[in-house]
């Protein structure tokens, strides 16, 4: 009777405090892995090449071969850098989610999950948001400086640097989603489970 | 008396309000003319996006410490400041990483793409700015050191508990 009693105590306090279900985390932490890893492939390969002439001797013209690579610009590497961290992190959690549920360190794991998807949520920020004023520099170029645009020349260059761009941004809306559903699971009153000894 | 707690939690958040009103002023008043030869330049932080959004993200950053400065400790309003530090801190990253991305090519350059470095003709104007980045940064570390202080401080009894 008693133990009865304390089972329906324990169902009507889990069902004051409104708890995120497990799965929508999960999905949302595997669309922010996707987003992440798209803006990484996609900056990463990003590479056009173009041919000018740049001279005409006698009747054969020379020909110069000019790239560009993301790796010109340290703003678009540490780009890279940051999505792919933020791509593992998330494959991390992923698995920790799925096949690690008993892993702990002295009760500290939700305050760990939450503190890393902090600062993964920093690093994507400081990454998309650096990446965002070099290629918008590089679009407009900026005339009190007298740098040219150069995206009329490397129209390819530029579209895949902006679906990058759009995919980090995206990546990042949902690591903020899911940082804060983090911190919020770290905030509630965890559920007493039967291990404890109720006083 | 002020606990100790209150006290470190008061001078940090202190600190951090007058750096962000250092990056601020460092960064608005930067400002320089001058001639090259013939031709005559000038330099503001206006001529970037990067720069102008530092200055509008600091200036906010500021104006919200400012207002925290003179919260009574025990209000119910602190657990909205530790979100709204989370919130800010992630604004002065973005724009702290922008400012610092244009300001890495006004001084190196990037051969390839023809853009040449302006420090040269600019030189202080790319010092003020160079001030303003790094009071930017110290303001950062700050805030981050508030917020992890503000998540032990809440998260204490959690770690009694373990």
Redesign the interface.
Known sequence: MALQNEDKLEVGYSSLQPKPKKWVLLMLRLLAFFATAAATVVMGLNKETKTLVVATVGTTPIKAT?T?KFQ????FV?FVIANGLASIHNLVMIMGDLFGQKLDY???RL?MIA?LD?MT??LI??????????A???KNG?S?????S?CDKYKTFCDHGGGALIASFAGLILM?II?VMSIIK??IKPKPDSTTVVP | MIKPKRLLSLLLRFIAFGTTLAAVILMATSHEKGTFFAVSYEAKYTDTPAFKYFVIAYAIVTVYGFLVLFLPPGSPIWRLVLALDLVFIMLLISSISAAMAIAQVGKNGNPRAAWLPVCGQVAKFCNQVTGALVAGFIALITYIILLLYSIYNLLNPLFEKA
């Open positions: 000019l560009a010109h610009t340290p703003a540490f002295k009760g500290l305050a503190i902090m949520v920093a920020s400081g990454g998309a948001s650096a990446a965002a004023f070099m918008e520099l590089g900026n009190h400086a007298r740098w040219n150069i903020l940082s770290l905030l």
